[in-house]
Each structure stands twice: as C-alpha cells, then as structure tokens.
C-alpha cells in the first residue's frame, strides 16, 4: 500500500509489480476519462478543454511511476529524457522527412532508432529487477537482502 500513498510523488523507489499496476490504473483512468469527454464534447465540443487537466494529471502521473521505477534500478530520473525525449523528437524528424517527400530510407531510420529506444524503455522499466539493497535513492521496496535479515 506504501506505492499508492505517494502516487504523485517523484521521490522514493518503485519494483515492477506496483509499477505495472499503476500504470494499468493510470491508463484504464485515463482511457474512461477521455471516452466520457469525447462523448460529452460531441454535444459541445468547448468541452474537450476538460481534456487539458487530464493530459496534464496523466503525464505527471507517468513521469512520477516511471522516475521511481528509475530509482529502483539506480538510474537518476534524466534517463527520462532518453527514453520519452529522443523517441519523440525522432518521431517529429522522421514526421518531417515524410512531409517533405525524403527518400524513405532516413525516415524509416529515424522511426527504428525511435522503437529501439522506446523496446529498450519497457524493458529497463518493466522487465529488469531493482538493485537490490538500499540505494542513493531510498531502501529497497522488497525489503533487506536476506544475507543481512540472517547476518
């Protein structure tokens, strides 16, 4: 329960389990949400403004679940930058170069680089184990190693 206190917050370390639970809630959230406004933004479309608060709350939400994840691989939250900053620039290069009738090949460059780094986020974040032990970043969610609990 100790995940969920600090939802918003961007201090402290998070394993994958509470991880991947609230990124599931946060995305289930945010999909509902965005279906009642759409719904209510076909009567009248001022309404998706309502969208503008969500946007803001969901992608505070993410850097926060994501930045603790960081934590608990002992990695400072700039990795964020890699792993969200770079695909999308390359996706906006790789949406110009289309634009502008390139040839195909450095586009579709941009967009592999792009889905590497993307791979490479879901597996650091999703799939690798946290250091185990306490770290610069706080203790370890697991708790204490058990060369210590029997030490």
Known sequence: M???RNYLSF??????????????VLV???LGAFIV???LAALL????????????VVIWSSFSISTRRLHDRNKSAWWLLLYSGVPG???????LAELSRAPAGPANLLGFISFCISMWMLVDLGIMKGRPGANRFGDDPLGQPLEEVFA
């Not at 201090?11 to 599931?24: D, E, F």
């Not at 479309?45 to 803001?56: D, E, G, H, K, S």
């Not at 620039?89 to 949406?95: E, I, T, V, W």
């Open 2 to 4: 100790g995940a969920w």
């Open 11 to 24: 201090q402290g370390r998070l394993n994958r389990k509470p991880y991947w639970l609230m990124s599931l």
């Open 28 to 30: 289930g959230i945010a």
């Open 37 to 39: 406004i759409a719904m």
């Open 45 to 56: 479309p001022i309404l998706w403004i309502l969208a503008a608060p969500l946007v803001i």
């Open 89 to 95: 620039l390359l996706g906006g290069l790789q949406s």
